[in-house]
């Protein structure tokens, strides 16, 4: 089993729909939980972070984390053609290990 | 600032062949990352560095693979020899760290087919 489990997709929405992108974790030593979105041949770029348990909100975006179910969430609200992407969650224990533990991504396509 | 600079962009080589791919990281970050990218993995860390030293790795496939960072300023990736398996989208990524949730910022990557 791997350490991060997200689902790979295809997700297929209509333009303004809500989306709601998921990952699950096995070690209880993380501590941050990161969302990056990467555009078709471009690198990955951070999109959200979070500290520990709770949510953040940022403009259309919301990121959550429930520590007691390793599990963490990220909503786009009023989905946009330009949020057409693939998003991958990113987890790290605290400290000086700079190792990322990254999801496979899911492939987003908003649709106009 | 210029972020994160990786060359060649694209490389197609033949089965055998030695491949460099290089990275200059966004000056002043202390770590550098090595990552390789596929349909079927995702993103796997190869290795990576602090202040010019390798810390981990683990992620490195096999003795054909290595990684050196002779100053702040530059690194590179060798496949020494290449097989067409490691044709994949090769990610250099930089960070400080100051910046305690450990945002890594990436290159735009170097696309490699081996042939």
């Known amino acids: 089993q791997k350490e991060v489990e997200q689902d790979p997709g295809p997700l297929s929405v209509p333009e303004g729909a809500i989306v709601s992108l998921n990952c699950t974790y096995s070690?209880?030593?993380?501590?941050?939980f990161m969302w990056y979105r990467q555009y078709s041949r471009k690198g990955p770029e951070l999109l959200m972070y979070t500290y520990s348990s709770g949510n953040k909100e940022d403009g259309r975006f919301t990121a959550q984390v429930d520590k007691s179910s390793k599990y963490i969430s990220l909503f786009i609200r009023d989905s946009q053609p330009s949020d057409s992407a693939t998003y991958l969650c990113a987890m790290s224990a605290a400290g000086n290990n700079r190792k990322l533990i990254w999801g496979l991504g899911t492939s987003l396509a908003v649709n106009p | 600032d210029a972020g994160v600079i990786q060359s060649p962009r694209h490389e197609v080589t033949e089965m055998g062949q030695e491949v460099t791919l290089r990275c200059k990281p966004i000056?002043?970050?202390?770590?550098l990352f090595w990552y390789r990218q596929t349909m079927m993995r995702g993103l796997e860390l190869l290795i990576y560095?602090?202040?010019?030293?390798?810390?981990?790795d683990s992620g490195m496939p096999e003795d054909r693979f290595s990684a050196k960072m002779p100053n702040a300023s530059f690194s590179t990736l060798k496949i020494q020899p290449s097989e067409p398996r490691d044709s994949a989208v090769y990610f250099c990524?930089?960070?400080?760290?100051?910046?305690?949730?450990?945002?890594?910022?990436f290159g735009p990557g170097t696309r490699l087919t081996v042939l």
């Open positions: 070690n209880s030593a993380f501590q941050y």
């Open positions: 560095f602090n202040n010019n030293v390798p810390i981990d």
């Open positions: 000056s002043g970050h202390d770590y």
């Open positions: 990524a930089s960070s400080l760290l100051a910046r305690a949730h450990n945002e890594q910022f």
